[in-house]
């Protein structure tokens, strides 16, 4: 063989090699109690916890950031090896990605202040009321898509303030989200009043990730949920806020 050519052979099976061993990057936001910021800074949460696990019991390295959800989500689409939780799998998202999962339930609630008088047995209910969501997220497109008034935040804390303020009349948003964030900022007098839709959390990779390992993932996954796992995880989280 040339040796040119022996030399271009190496150095594409060293690049190829590298690829290989290059730690996945994770993508997160602030999502309690899915994914959020704990103690020590550390990126913690339900869904954190079973993707640490799933990557441990894989053998894959990895790191995780937490970004603002668009800025996740738009590098997850364009940066192969970047996979994004907690990801709501929906119909114009289903090809943008590889998917992983689920992880857990996410079941979306209608939020009121106390005050609130106005009675919502259905979603069809709120038609007529300002609705906030926050931009980017599944839930708000969902209401969007069946045009609904929704008034977009940046982020979804600020919806807690927008409803204490009359801004707007409703809060669309994940159950246990918005328990979390309700605990955050001390709104003992804002409820719930309807749940509208559930749906599933994934793990959402960059469509270059190989079905090998997507296979491989999933099984694992699985795995976990039959040995006790992924319920273990969640009842840590979740029994304190059904």
Same mark, same amino acid.
């Given at each position: 063989?040339?040796i ?6 190496l ?10 061993a290059a730690?996945?990057?994770l993508l997160t936001?602030d999502y ?17 916890e079973?993707?640490?696990?799933l990557f441990?019991?894989?053998?894959v390295s ?10 996740a989500?738009n /590098? &997850?689409?364009l940066e192969?090896?970047?996979c +994004?939780?907690?990801t ?6 289903e090809? %943008? ?5 689920p992880?857990?339930?996410?079941p979306?609630?209608l939020y009121a202040?106390?005050d609130?008088r106005?009675?919502?047995l ?6 007529p009321?300002?609705?906030g ?7 708000s497109q969902?209401l ?6 929704v008034?977009l935040?940046n ?5 807690v303030k ?14 246990y989200l918005?328990a979390s964030l309700?605990?955050r ?8 009043? /309807? &749940? ?6 994934? +793990?959402?990779?960059?469509?270059a ?5 997507? %296979?491989?993932l999933n ?9 006790g796992?992924?319920?273990r995880?969640?009842?840590k989280?979740?029994?304190q806020?059904d």
């Amino acid at each position: 063989m040339p040796i040119r050519l022996y030399l271009a052979s190496l150095l594409l099976l060293c690049s190829q090699l590298g690829q290989a061993a290059a730690a996945l990057k994770l993508l997160t936001e602030d999502y309690p109690p899915f994914n959020m910021v704990g103690q020590g800074g550390h990126i913690s949460g339900l869904s954190t916890e079973i993707v640490q696990e799933l990557f441990h019991r894989a053998g894959v390295s990895y790191g995780i950031s937490l970004l603002p959800w668009i800025r996740a989500f738009n /590098l &997850t689409v364009l940066e192969a090896n970047t996979c +994004l939780y907690s990801t709501t799998r929906t119909d114009s998202r289903e090809h %943008q990605f590889k998917w992983i999962g689920p992880l857990v339930e996410n079941p979306w609630v209608l939020y009121a202040r106390a005050d609130n008088r106005h009675a919502i047995l259905a979603l069809e209910d709120a038609r007529p009321f300002k609705i906030g969501g926050y931009a980017g997220d599944a839930t708000s497109q969902f209401l969007i898509d069946r045009g609904f008034d929704v008034d977009l935040a940046n982020t979804d804390q600020l919806n807690v303030k927008k409803l204490l303020a009359g801004r707007i009349d409703f809060w669309a948003t994940g159950k246990y989200l918005g328990a979390s964030l309700l605990a955050r900022e001390n709104a003992s007098h804002v409820r719930p009043v /309807l &749940t509208f839709n559930t749906t599933l959390l994934y +793990l959402a990779c960059n469509p270059a990730m190989p079905d090998s390992q997507v %296979q491989q993932l999933n099984e694992l996954l699985r795995g976990m949920q039959r040995d006790g796992t992924l319920a273990r995880i969640n009842a840590k989280y979740l029994n304190q806020k059904d």
